[in-house]
């Protein structure tokens, strides 16, 4: 069983940063592949990053450059860095794991709004 937690959503302006986190449980972390997901309304959830048990990366092409993903693997966590936030970034961000199910967090809602 994995439990995943996000936090670090808010309401940001175009251009700013915000840097959500995903704390998860499970006594090998180190070994999963974690990716964060993201859905707008109206829209299927798509992936935005993931992170390899190596710390090899890989972005959707509409985030590369600007958001960053990274993992602590003493603290269980994992870490979305969102820089020059637009509003086509708008959506609820999810964290997401594979470990012989898949697994999901509750979500955490980032607005990028003037």
Excluded at 11 to 34: D, E, H, K
Excluded at 66 to 82: E, P
Aim: proline share 3%; with cysteine.
């Amino acid at each position: 069983q994995v439990q995943l937690v996000e936090s670090g959503g808010g309401l940001v302006q175009p251009g700013g940063s915000l840097r959500l986190t995903c704390a998860a449980s499970g006594s090998i972390f180190s070994a999963y592949t974690m990716n964060w997901y993201r859905q707008a309304p109206g829209k299927q959830r798509e992936l935005v990053a993931s992170i390899g048990s190596s710390g090899s990366t890989n972005y959707a092409d509409s985030v590369k450059g600007r958001f960053t993903i990274s993992r602590d693997n003493t603290k269980n966590t994992v870490y979305l860095q969102m820089n020059s936030l637009k509003p086509e970034d708008t959506a609820v961000y999810f964290c997401n794991t594979w470990v012989g199910q898949y697994y999901w967090g509750q979500g955490t809602q980032v607005t990028v709004s003037s």
